[in-house]
């Protein structure tokens, strides 16, 4: 090999390995660590509460008005799930990433991880409180089958949102891709907790 064809050849290995290097430095710079706990701030605690209270004042409005029937289709389909979200819990999810994201610097790596984290951290609040009511009056069997049951979706959770990390090795888009997943699930589970009560 001859000595240009070895500077072309580490050239080229450079510029392939250094975006990942620099990658994998902002993945782990802004996504949490185990060691950091989860802290949600008042104004995000409030941000989802008032979001659910409005879900609800309009499921209220809604069950006193005559259910009209779909129009068939796919498009009625759309129109109807559009009318429903109003009404369903599941559509406060994104209550504080979507704002945060809309602010400077919120669709940067980073900042699409920050927001992420900052919601999953209010809703890992209200799972861990609901899963810790529905232990109080449950009886032992149901307390006990709740409490496996919440572990094997600890570990579905966890395994489901490390897919990105395999799918997009090295990728600046795992970071963001986990946070989201964490958020998503953690809210889907606390909203399931607290219907149980």
Do not use: H
């Not at 008032?50 to 809604?62: I, M, P, R, S, Y």
Request: one cysteine or more; proline letters at 5%; aromatic letters at 6%.
């Amino acid at each position: 090999m001859l000595a240009s064809d070895a500077f072309s050849f580490a050239l080229r290995a450079r510029r392939s390995i250094l975006p990942r290097v620099l990658a994998l430095a902002v993945l782990v710079a802004s996504a949490p660590t185990r060691a950091e706990p989860l802290v949600a701030t008042p104004v995000d605690r409030a941000a989802i509460e008032a979001c659910l209270k409005l879900v609800d004042e309009n499921g209220q409005k809604q069950a006193q008005k005559p259910d009209a029937d779909e129009t068939p289709g796919a498009i009625g389909r759309l129109a109807a799930a559009a009318k429903e979200a109003a009404t369903e819990s599941e559509s406060c999810v994104g209550a504080v990433t979507i704002p945060c994201q809309q602010e400077p610097g919120g669709y940067s790596t980073a900042g699409m991880v920050a927001c992420n984290t900052r919601e999953w951290a209010a809703w890992d609040e209200r799972l861990n409180r609901a899963y810790r009511k529905s232990q109080e009056n449950a009886s032992s069997k149901l307390a006990t089958a709740m409490r496996e049951a919440q572990r094997a979706w600890l570990q579905w959770r966890e395994k489901r949102c490390k897919l990105p990390e395999i799918e997009n090795e090295g990728g600046t888009i795992v970071g963001p891709l986990y946070t989201s997943c964490m958020l998503d699930t953690t809210a889907r589970q606390a909203l399931w907790l607290e219907s149980r009560q």
